[in-house]
């Protein structure tokens, strides 16, 4: 591997990322299935760096979920989005930044739909002013969450108490980051780095003392999909491109796995648990799984932020090896509790899955 | 299992040619050189007595022996019936007729 | 040096075309000089090792073309900067500010390779084991061995035809003509080299023309034991050991196929040599969407550029093969000759 090979790619797709002012949306998932990491970008970018984010009472779905479920046709995703154009443009902002992987994906859809065909954009215009009374304005800068952290990622890595570093040995944590497919596939000039070898969590991973490892399925889609998943008759195939992605990722051991996409670390994480129960395999260290981490998770380890209030209690592999090999300080009798104090309750232990 | 997931992982049909059986392949290239010459044309298949009424595709079979998909080869092969119609119309000097009893006799060598 | 009255042609580019063309233009009388942007004639065929179908050394190819040229004048290391049309003759100046005046021009630009680090998906540049079918020309010409290392065993080696061609992504339409032939060649080669080797074509279609090439296919079947792939390469990566993981559907079988292989081998195909353009501008050729010099009428008039007294030979009209080269330079000398003949 040359990586003076990669870096000329990377050089290749730079895009501008602003410094501040930013509308922000979050995504209709990952509340439930990481639900401190939106919370945690806002808490990096407003408190550590003094940015300057908003946020919408009155933002709903991108609807994204229902175009790529075939359940919304595109005219109807546009005009919602034109919405949510609408609400940044009435609160003054220009800078459009997104949590959802999907959401970025098919904002950059639209964007350049409307680029090519400015009457498809008029008629959004008319759609919108007639069902809502509201206008709007396109963004001058589209920004994935994750190109954000990224930009900051020196900034963070200065403020940095932990480092992605096994501190047993020295030796950098190796780290597998896994890119959602709608971040730059379908458009590889949008995303830091472009698609093939995309630049923006190799990034950070490099800034936080970590080393990107690549292997062979690493280009391969997690397997979530949308109806893939959303049928159970379907789920088989879908755990089973997941499973494709261990099995090839295995023989490099690595420590974690950093991710950009509402969906990707989810799966990556719970199939770990259901290849498992299933076939009795595991993928990490002494029986453990890997770990999966979704990219505002790590940046708020290596703050220093307390692993509970990043909610990384409700992942289902492991994460306490990775936060002994870091050397993060956490009291594992406050694993369950609430912000309140109360208990949460306990997970079923499984029957294969190694847990703490 | 103590979870009942109501679906299992499926498993891939990619040919993956770092594990596929090779023996019937090198069986066949030592006892029917003119193997290695099929350009895959499917003018075989296409003048096939047997093939017009079942499954039996002499194109593909060469293929799947290349590619180490042999399973469920025997019954294809049994559909043969020896007319000497794919030889004629091979345009490479394929010895089909030899090809079929080579591959006959290394399914019983190899079961 | 010019006698006088004695007409004089310039050609631009030395490789193969433009040698053959000046050595044809000398030999029937002209003043011809070949300003060439490299150190040294031959161009691109002066990189290869050895050449389909015969594997005639490409090295002894060229020094037969260059023995023709004793009459020539060659300028190495130079271009064509500017060119002024006056009383019918062209004033060119070149890169150094020297002046050349002449009666006619052969455009012989040629071509270049295309770049394989743009399909990223391949690895070039990135993963180790991935070479182009020019660098393994090298390599065989320099004796290199291919599997530098300590691993005994028996190699895997695949070959990947139509990098950079039939390929809308890198902006080629076009197929370069020669690729295929020049794969089943150095296929065939690795064969001969390492025969224990296990070596794989992965191919679109297989564009083997010319009655020789037929030939070479059956031979790399038959006796070589080259095994051959429908499929075009979707992706190349790499795994523990270094080795490259390669996916394609064999769309024989109608199914994804994998597997790890040693080395792999990019067929670059023929893009425009990178001085064409300005080269098209200065003379006022046209200049097809794919880079390609469009000559006035492809099939009767294929080296006439339009251009009063410029005449077009070899690749840079399109990808050739050696043969079809060497016959369109010295059409482009024949008709270059008839205007010359024509001029007062």
Redesign the interface.
């Known amino acids: 591997m040359k990586l003076a090979g990669k870096k000329r790619i990377w050089a290749d797709y730079q895009k501008e990322i602003p410094q501040d002012n930013y509308f922000y949306v979050r995504s209709c998932i990952r509340q439930n299935f990481f639900p401190a990491s939106e919370v945690t970008f806002l808490r990096i970018l407003r408190q550590e760096l003094g940015k300057d984010i908003y946020e919408h009472i009155h933002h709903t779905t991108c609807s994204g979920i229902g175009y790529h479920s075939d359940v919304i046709p595109l005219e109807t995703t546009m005009t919602v989005v034109a919405r949510q154009f609408a609400l940044m443009t009435e609160a003054g902002y220009e800078n459009y930044a997104c949590s959802c992987i999907t959401s970025f994906g098919l904002y950059s859809e639209i964007l350049e739909t409307w680029k090519h065909f400015p009457e498809v954009l008029e008629k959004v215009r008319r759609d919108l002013k007639a069902a809502t009374g509201r206008e709007f304005e396109v963004p001058k800068h589209l920004a994935h969450a994750s190109d954000i952290i990224y930009k900051m990622r020196h900034e963070i890595a200065s403020r940095a108490r932990y480092k992605l570093v096994n501190r047993y040995t020295g030796q950098p944590l190796r780290v597998v980051e896994h890119i959602g497919c709608h971040y730059s596939k379908m458009f590889p000039s949008k995303g830091v780095g472009g698609a093939e070898y995309p630049y923006v969590l190799a990034g950070m991973v490099e800034a936080w003392g970590g080393e990107v490892v690549d292997y062979p399925e690493r280009r391969h889609c997690c397997g979530f999909g949308f109806r893939q998943y959303l049928v159970q008759a379907n789920r088989g195939y879908s755990v089973a491109n997941t499973q494709k992605k261990f099995e090839s990722m295995a023989p490099f051991k690595p420590d974690m796995i950093i991710t950009n996409c509402p969906g990707c670390p989810y799966f990556l994480d719970r199939w770990q648990y259901v290849i498992a129960e299933m076939e009795g395999k595991t993928y990490g260290e002494n029986g453990f799984g890997i770990p999966v981490f979704t990219y505002e998770e790590v940046a708020g380890l290596v703050l220093g932020y307390d692993p509970w209030d990043l909610g990384l209690q409700v992942h289902q592999t492991a994460v306490e090896p990775i936060l002994d090999k870091m050397g993060v300080a956490y009291n594992p009798e406050k694993k369950y509790l609430g912000k309140d104090g109360q208990n949460l309750g306990h997970p079923e232990t499984p029957a294969y899955s190694k847990v703490y | 299992m103590a979870v009942q997931f109501g679906y299992s992982i499926n498993k891939s049909n990619t040919i993956d040619m770092d594990t596929a059986p090779r023996a019937m392949e090198s069986y066949l290239l030592l006892h029917e050189p003119s193997f290695a010459r099929c350009i895959g044309c499917g003018c075989c298949t296409a003048t096939c007595s047997s093939g017009v009424f079942t499954q039996l595709n002499l194109r593909q079979i060469q293929l799947r022996i290349r590619r180490g998909e042999t399973q469920g080869l025997l019954p294809e092969i049994q559909k043969c019936m020896l007319c000497g119609k794919c030889q004629m119309v091979c345009p490479r000097g394929v010895s089909t007729r030899n090809v079929v009893l080579s591959i006959q006799r290394a399914l019983q060598l190899l079961s | 040096m010019a006698t006088d009255g004695q007409k004089k042609v310039v050609v631009i580019g030395g490789g193969i075309a433009g040698m053959e063309a000046a050595a044809q233009l000398a030999r029937m009388g002209y003043d011809t000089t070949i300003v060439e942007k490299q150190a040294r004639t031959g161009g691109n065929v002066a990189n290869w090792d050895h050449l389909f179908p015969e594997g005639r050394l490409a090295g002894e190819v060229v020094q037969q073309l260059y023995q023709k040229l004793s009459p020539v004048r060659i300028i190495t290391g130079s271009s064509v900067k500017k060119a002024d049309m006056l009383e019918g003759q062209y004033i060119l100046t070149l890169a150094d500010g020297s002046v050349l005046t002449t009666d006619a021009l052969v455009v012989s630009t040629g071509f270049r390779t295309f770049d394989a ?1 743009r399909k ?2 391949y ?6 084991r991935v070479i182009t079918s020019a660098d393994l020309e090298g390599m065989l010409n320099e004796h290199q061995p291919l599997f530098p290392g300590r691993h005994k065993g028996p190699r895997r080696v695949a070959f990947i035809h139509c990098v950079g061609s039939r390929d809308e992504k890198v902006g080629n339409r076009y197929c370069s003509k020669a690729c295929c032939a020049m794969a089943v060649k150095q296929a065939s080669k690795v064969k001969e080299l390492y025969p224990d080797a296990e070596v794989y074509c992965f191919y679109m279609d297989l564009r083997m023309f010319d009655r020789r090439y037929e030939q070479m296919y ?1 031979d790399a ?2 006796k070589s ?1 080259v ?1 051959f792939i ?1 499929g075009r390469l979707s ?1 190349a ?4 050991q ?1 080795r490259l ?1 390669i996916k394609a559907e ?1 769309t ?2 109608s ?6 292989v040693d080395m792999l081998v990019l067929m670059v195909g023929m893009e425009p040599a990178s001085g064409a353009r300005s080269v098209a501008e200065m003379l006022k050729i046209p200049v097809g969407h794919d880079g390609f010099f469009n000559a006035t009428n492809e099939l009767l008039e294929a080296n006439c550029s339009g251009t009063p007294g410029v005449f077009l030979a070899g690749t840079c009209t399109g990808p050739k093969t050696i043969p079809e080269t060497i016959a369109d330079a010295r059409a482009a000398a024949t008709a270059a000759d008839a205007y010359l003949r024509k001029k007062s």
Do not use: C, F, W
Not at chain 3, 123 to 128: E, L, P
Not at chain 3, 237 to 240: A, G, K, N, R, V
């Open positions: 680090h990223e998906e690895g070039y540049g990135i993963y180790d059956l079947q038959a034991g095994n429908r992706e990566s790499e795994d523990l270094g993981v064999d024989l079988m199914k994804p196929l994998k597997m790890t």
